[in-house]
């Protein structure tokens, strides 16, 4: 009898001993980017999961989140938020990125009565609720996006472009013209072009490029390069582009952050003269 009582209360201590997080489900979010040293999520895929509910104002640029009985107001590019009328000052704002409406998350999260750390192993913040783990995946940010290492992208990018191209026109001359989704060369290519580009870009680039690899024949030829902040993470190249085929061309690249690098998501292409 004394064993089996043993055994039962081992069992306590050990079922005691397990992580709180063991006996509630998990929800995994993915998303969080990393800015100013704190992670950042689309407003109401944070928000929802903690149970509140979401309004926006876009007149205003507010969002609003209710849940646990507590309100929590945040203005976008705003240093303060509100919890319950009580302002609060913070890190980081509340910031639309790539047309999403982005919030602190240890403030959202706590601000609603919820656990927060950060786990630098593994990249995830971890959101203990008193029913739910929530972990949010983050992609950390690209490295800063100076001119040189920009156009250094583009140079790189379109030469490997390039010699995909040269290597389909080898295997099938004909069948490259005409045969715009050429699946294998789609996937080698998002190494350097976003999802966007390949999806919107991708056949009249590919025809383009066959007719003439862009910057391998005349590296020289390129002047009056500048570039521009779109918005946090999207940034405009610009350029003129001489060849003795095409005559002098302007150029611009919209690159973007995507998985924690810079990509091309755009390109525009004008004839100046011949």
């Known amino acids: 009898m004394k064993k089996i009582i043993s055994f039962v209360l081992a069992g306590f201590l050990l079922l005691g001993s397990l992580p709180a997080s063991a006996a509630y489900p998990t929800i995994t979010l993915d998303g969080g980017i990393i800015k100013d040293g704190r992670t950042l999520l ?13 309004n926006w104002n876009g007149a205003k640029k507010l969002v609003t989140a209710k849940g646990n009985g507590i309100t929590v107001s945040l203005v976008i590019n705003s240093p303060k938020a509100k919890i319950n009328n009580k302002e609060i000052s913070l890190d980081v704002p509340a910031k ?52 040189s290492s920009a156009f250094s992208l583009i140079q790189t990018a ?23 989704d050429i699946s294998a060369t789609k996937q080698k290519v998002n190494k350097y072009y976003t999802k966007h580009f390949i999806e919107n870009q991708w056949g009249q680039y590919y025809v383009w490029e066959t007719a003439d690899p ?4 005349y590296p020289d ?5 500048t570039m521009v902040d779109d918005y946090d993470n999207l940034k405009t190249i610009a350029f003129y582009y001489e060849t003795l085929m095409d005559g002098k061309l302007y150029c611009s690249f919209t690159l973007k952050q995507e998985n924690g690098t810079w990509k091309i998501d755009s390109t525009y292409i004008m004839s100046v003269y011949w």
């Open 214 to 217: 862009f910057f391998t024949k």
């Open 221 to 225: 030829s390129i002047s009056n390069v």
């Open 96 to 147: 639309i990125i790539d047309s999403k409406t982005m919030v602190p998350v240890r403030f959202a999260s706590e601000a609603l009565g919820a656990n927060v750390n950060w786990d630098p192993v593994l990249s995830v913040v971890n959101i203990q609720t008193a029913d739910k783990m929530i972990i949010v995946r983050v992609v950390k940010d690209a490295k800063p996006l100076t001119v």
């Open 42 to 54: 689309p407003m109401r895929t944070l928000f929802e999961s903690l149970g509140a509910e979401v």
């Open 158 to 180: 379109e030469r490997y472009f390039s010699s995909l191209v040269e290597a389909d026109m080898n295997k099938d001359f004909k069948n490259t013209l005409t045969q715009y």
